[in-house]
């Protein structure tokens, strides 16, 4: 009983770090790159995470697999992670004009070794808890919710020391990074199966797209990359639009205009608490029901900002954070269900993998360029110099183009999308549903 303890212990510690790292600049980097002239650029920072995302975790974790044990790559792909970041606050600290050349290359390299530790933490984990004999779909949904309370806590840590607008925010990941590098040495090893052949199709998950044929599956991984494009909009510039009501004099005090990292940290409370509902959800209204109110939140997530201010209009912003627990969530868990559901034993993991790839990869990537490209760099002036009254309709429109794309999505789903045979999963094990939602990444740490 006490080693499992201590296991748990050891774990919780690992899942908080892990996603402070990730807490300490994703949804609070807009600001600071938008007020030292970055603001145009900043769909890019958003855009390469989900673009490096689409190879790096498949090819570290075929390092893990076969040579080097999963808990020292972890560490290592850490450290490379904290180099880099740490690198980027202290170019910035050189310079009042950081070079978006420099700052985003040493960017993506950071972010490039940190997506694979998601992954790699959960392997370690998984690991863990099975050498302590324990039942990772009882133990480890509670442990991995500390990696939620890990990016909040960050989110309120470069909130209120005021990191949120400068390069700091960098130099505090890097050092958790160099913190959790050191700490993950320590955990369980793991083993390495240096004999096993499979070829470069199965490893990356490349077989998962036969699954195409079918159209039901084709059509549910097309809109799942059509929601996917919603996913990384609202980190982009979600606190930056906070941010830009204290250059409204009418708004320039409000709690909100200067705590907005703070205000946003709303949105993963929201995620840690809506995933208990998901069960009596699915059980209610299927798996299709469920989708659909994840997709008509998304409606209402970028709505209520087109709505919202920090002054009066405040209530709208915390509903915006608070729905975006069901706008995420989910869809990503219930998703998760329907693969699971529709896939044998020989493609499930590689379906979970294309899953990921055409919501958190292809969709978040694409999209977040297009908002950036065509939409908020269309309508709002980024510059430091812009007027904040006269972007506030900028934003408006912005937040309202993608509100209105959310609910075409929303409405073509219902016309084109059939469950096979009826509607399945009408019911389904609760642990199974914290099984999915546990291990998710990006579900209880994505803003």
């Not at 209530?315 to 969530?329: E, K, T």
Request: hydrophobic content about 50%; charged content about 10%.
């Amino acid at each position: 009983m006490g080693n499992a303890t201590g296991i748990k212990a050891k774990l919780i510690i690992m899942n908080f770090l892990e996603f402070a790292v990730w807490g300490s600049y994703l949804v609070s980097m807009g600001i600071y790159l938008g007020s030292v002239g970055l603001g145009a650029k900043i769909f890019w920072f958003y855009t390469i995470q989900g673009i490096v995302s689409l190879f790096m975790p498949a090819l570290v974790g075929i390092a893990a697999d076969k040579w080097i044990p999963a808990q020292k790559m972890l560490a290592g792909c850490q450290g490379l992670a904290g180099f880099f970041m740490l690198l980027c606050g202290f170019y910035c600290m050189s310079t009042a004009t950081p070079a978006f050349g420099v700052l985003f290359s040493l960017y993506t390299l950071s972010v490039a070794f940190y997506m694979p530790t998601i992954g790699l933490g959960n392997s370690v984990a998984f690991n863990a808890l099975n050498k302590a004999g324990l039942d990772t779909v009882k133990h480890f949904p509670p442990i991995r919710v500390w990696g939620t309370v890990g990016f909040i806590f960050a989110e309120l840590l470069v909130n209120f020391t005021n990191f949120q607008s400068s390069y700091m925010q960098f130099i505090t990941s890097g050092f958790m990074s160099m913190i959790l590098m050191c700490y993950a040495v320590t955990m369980p090893p793991c083993p390495v199966n240096r004999g096993k052949s499979t070829s470069l199709s199965q490893t990356l998950g490349l077989d998962a797209f036969k699954l195409f044929k079918s159209k039901t599956m084709a059509i549910f991984f097309v809109f799942s990359f059509l929601l996917g494009v919603c996913l990384q909009v609202t980190n982009s510039y979600g606190t930056l639009f906070i941010n830009s009501f204290r250059g409204v004099a009418e708004f320039a005090n409000d709690w909100a205009a200067r705590n907005a990292t703070a205000l946003t940290a709303v949105s993963q409370a929201s995620e840690a608490l809506c995933i208990l509902l998901i069960p009596v959800c699915l059980k209610r209204f299927g798996i299709k029901g469920v989708m659909l109110l994840a997709m008509f939140a998304w409606v209402l997530r970028f709505g209520f900002f087109g709505i919202g201010n920090t002054g009066s209009g405040v209530v709208f912003l915390v509903l915006s954070c608070i729905v975006y627990g069901v706008a995420f969530d989910f869809f990503n868990v219930a998703g998760g269900l329907f693969v699971d559901s529709q896939t044998d034993t020989s493609t499930r993991s590689s379906a979970q993998g294309l899953f990921m790839i055409m919501t958190n990869g292809l969709g978040a990537s694409i999209g977040t360029w297009i908002a950036g490209t065509y939409v908020v760099n269309r309508f709002v002036d980024m510059s430091p110099t812009a007027n904040a009254e006269a972007n506030l309709l900028g934003w408006q429109i912005s937040w309202f183009i993608f509100a209105a794309y959310a609910l075409v999505i929303s409405l073509l789903f219902i016309f084109a999308f059939r469950n096979p045979g009826g509607d399945v999963q009408k019911t389904v094990d609760v642990k199974e549903v914290e099984e999915i939602g546990g291990g998710d990444p990006e579900g209880m740490a994505g803003e």
